[in-house]
């Protein structure tokens, strides 16, 4: 049965596991898995802009035997001229898997529904998940295990990364909190799904306005940007909202001595988080951007077994 990731709960704990730790043995012997051999297609659209998300599917792609088809904003028929799902029905006669990053998740349940190729959400107005398989990788990585580990996420707790932490977090049985202003608070369906994932699994799942509460003792402390992809028009109204949930040194000081840092990318310095931090000894932001590679690898390879 076609296996479609479009967030973060669409894979289990179990197979959460599976895919990180597979992830984990790929980043050690790259080129070893060829399962798009001969070569297959991908297709990586954007409806918005990308560094990180485009180079790391472009590369993994091209490591797992395949061809990356790169579509950029404006590129294709797709959205204005053709409905998602003429599309979906074309791509599945051509493509191995195609991946996406959009606005609205609507439009991603659309092309899932669609087609009989795998679908993977590369980021959406409400969800990263992606983004999360690389973190989680990381945290596994520098902290050796996920389970029972207290991660802590500041400012904008509304935004897609904020809701991939709730879902990926609770999945793996970590404790996980948000903590930004009141009126800026996660949407409370994605925080109820965590708080059942996370009932079943060991983990928590909360929010808080109280960013010292958040922070105290926790191993890992996480930021992103406070004005998202499509939020430009707001960004002077956002940046003031914000600005008591910095990451900054002080804030560090609460969390555990050898807490790490992570930020997805591209981080502002000096708004959600100061340079000291992210450029100091508890950040590993650059191996959280090299993770992006092994883990939508692992996940690719583990998607067109199912
Ligand atoms: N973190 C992330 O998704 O980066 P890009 O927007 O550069 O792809
Ligand atoms: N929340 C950010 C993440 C960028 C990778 C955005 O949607 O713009």
Request: net charge negative.
């Amino acid at each position: 049965m076609t296996r479609h990731f479009l967030r973060d709960d669409d894979l289990s704990p179990d197979e959460q596991r599976q895919v990180i730790d597979r992830a984990i043995a790929m980043k050690g012997d790259r080129f070893a898995e060829r399962p798009l051999e001969g070569p297959q297609t991908v297709a990586v659209i954007f409806d918005k802009t990308s560094t990180r998300t485009r180079v790391s599917f472009a590369a993994g792609i091209s490591d797992l035997g395949g061809s990356p088809l790169i579509i950029n904003p404006g590129e294709s028929q797709l959205g204005g001229k053709e409905s998602v799902a003429d599309t979906a029905r074309v791509f599945e006669r051509m493509l191995a898997a195609v991946v996406w990053r959009t606005f609205a998740q609507s439009g991603l349940d659309e092309m899932a529904a669609g087609t009989t190729i795998p679908v993977v959400n590369a980021l959406s107005d409400d969800f990263h998940p992606c983004q999360l398989l690389a973190d989680l990788v990381t945290v596994k990585e520098h902290r050796g295990e996920l389970a029972g580990q207290k991660l802590a996420f500041f400012g904008d707790t509304a935004s897609n990364m904020a809701h991939s932490y709730l879902l990926a977090c609770a999945t793996a049985g970590m404790h996980v909190v948000l903590s930004g202003p009141v009126d800026e608070a996660p949407r409370g369906d994605i925080l109820s799904d965590a708080q059942r994932i996370a009932a079943d699994t060991g983990g928590s799942a909360g929010f808080t306005v109280d960013a010292r509460e958040a922070a105290a003792d926790a191993d890992v402390i996480v930021t992103d940007t406070w004005v998202s992809m499509g939020q430009e028009s707001e960004k002077d109204a956002r940046l003031r909202r914000f600005e008591t949930y910095r990451v900054d040194a002080e804030l560090m000081q609460q969390a555990a001595q050898d807490a790490i840092f992570l930020h997805c990318l591209p981080a502002y310095r000096g708004f959600e988080v100061t340079a000291d931090v992210i450029d100091g000894p508890q950040s590993v932001i650059w191996d959280e951007a090299e993770n992006r590679l092994h883990a939508q690898k692992a996940l690719l390879a583990w998607l067109l077994e199912q």
